[in-house]
């Protein structure tokens, strides 16, 4: 299996633009988890989805955030417009379950500068 | 609300040495603790898990943890230290009756020849 599939793995916008970030999840996995890390933050959870569906979209910091799973196969984080405090690398992961003897499988992270 | 602390932003010991990181984590129900290694520019990478079975958990590359119910603690650990060990570790814990993670801050590892 290739593992969580992100893309682009690096992205530089100026203010205001419309970014959108890519998420591929393993196969057979139901879950899948939008995080996005800071050094001022840490870790976050933005969102997850179980089967497709958003379950706690909580962690999304405004309005100018979306995110949506069409199929069990993709899922996109939306920023629009970005702004420069949006920088940040944001991981996606996904899950078979919540307990999953393997966790959950993190993909290598998009990092986001807006400038 | 669950919850865990990491004792320590950076820790620095030698190769060979014993490497301890710390974590201690609130919970008012049995928790499920994990530590999770981010090498540099990757994902975060499992390394170990408790799920309320054995309290002395066996991970990847030589690390170990203890589930101390009394101290409220997980702290990792491994007997010797490896170049290849340098990363930032990860302790979290799973909010009940969810599938979120709740992770610690991080603490950076430094090995030094």
């Known amino acids: 299996d290739a593992g969580v599939i992100q893309s682009p793995r690096h992205e530089v916008t100026e203010m205001g633009q419309e970014v959108t970030l890519r998420c591929k999840p393993i196969?057979?996995?139901?879950?899948l988890f939008w995080y996005r890390q800071t050094m001022m933050r840490g870790l976050e959870l933005l969102i997850y989805f179980n089967n497709n569906v958003p379950i706690d979209d909580s962690g999304m910091p405004e309005d100018r955030f979306s995110a949506k799973m069409p199929n069990a196969s993709f899922s996109t984080l939306k920023i629009q417009p970005s702004e420069p405090r949006d920088s940040a690398v944001y991981f996606c992961a996904s899950s078979h379950d919540g307990l999953s003897p393997y966790g959950y499988t993190f993909g290598s992270g998009t990092r986001l500068t807006v400038v | 609300a669950q919850s865990v602390t990491q004792l320590g932003s950076h820790v620095s010991v030698s190769e060979g040495a014993l490497v301890l990181l710390r974590c201690n984590y609130s919970s008012s129900v049995p928790p499920y603790l994990f530590w999770y290694v981010q090498y540099p520019n990757q994902g975060l990478q499992l390394l170990l898990k408790?799920?309320?079975?054995?309290?002395l958990v066996k991970g990847i590359n030589g690390f170990e943890a203890e589930f101390k119910k009394s101290e409220t603690s997980f702290h990792l650990t491994k007997p010797s230290a490896h170049m290849s060990d340098a990363a930032e570790y990860f302790c979290?814990?799973?909010?009940?009756?969810?599938?979120?993670?709740?992770f610690g801050t991080g603490t950076r590892l430094k090995v030094l020849a």
């Open positions: 979290a814990v799973i909010s009940s009756g969810t599938y979120k993670y709740i």
């Open positions: 196969s057979g996995h139901d879950y």
């Open positions: 408790y799920t309320s079975a054995a309290t």
